[in-house]
């Protein structure tokens, strides 16, 4: 699945406007990079973020894409999601949301939910140290491969 053209633009501009606002370089290559996780709601991690941008773009090194996301996440311009002992997945969707992660495939899907925005940290977590962010992640099976299954199990069955 890919992010609506119109949403695509509206990360972008607001990319450059904060970048703009930090007193931040925008390179060419920087842009293809955020270009790239902008335009994707699949949380790509940054191996299959520098093969897309590298199509385009054949001259960007690995090594450029990798500190390329390692810097934009410390601007809190992407955000980056571990999960199921993979590598880290990054994301261009910055306003508060959930995940959703697929234990089959590992397809990471955003939700959002004011009731969850909303929920208390225990005062308990304030002690363990400062909290930056908090998220709530949800596993189970995706839709895609739950009917994956489904048609396997009747294929078996006959
Ligand atoms: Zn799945
Ligand atoms: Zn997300």
Do not use: W
């Not at 690995?62 to 311009?77: C, F, H, I, K, N």
């Not at 955000?79 to 910055?94: E, F, K, M, Q």
């Amino acid at each position: 699945m890919t992010v609506s053209r119109a949403e695509t633009r509206r990360r972008v501009s607001r990319f450059t406007e904060t970048c703009r606002r930090r007193g931040l370089k925008v390179t060419h290559q920087r842009m293809e990079v955020f270009r790239e996780l902008a335009a994707s709601d699949e949380h790509p991690d940054a191996e299959t973020i520098y093969e897309r941008v590298r199509a385009r773009l054949p001259t960007v090194s690995r090594d450029t894409v990798y500190r390329t996301l390692s810097a934009l996440e410390a601007q809190g311009l992407v955000s980056r999601t571990d999960v199921l002992g993979g590598p880290a997945r990054y994301d261009a969707n910055t306003a508060p949301h959930h995940h959703f992660v697929c234990t089959a495939c590992g397809r990471i899907s955003d939700f959002r939910s004011e009731a969850l925005d909303a929920l208390p940290i225990p005062r308990s977590v304030e002690s363990l140290g400062r909290i930056e962010s908090a998220h709530v992640q949800v596993r189970g099976v995706c839709s895609t491969c739950a009917a994956r299954k489904r048609r396997a199990g009747r294929r078996r069955r006959r």
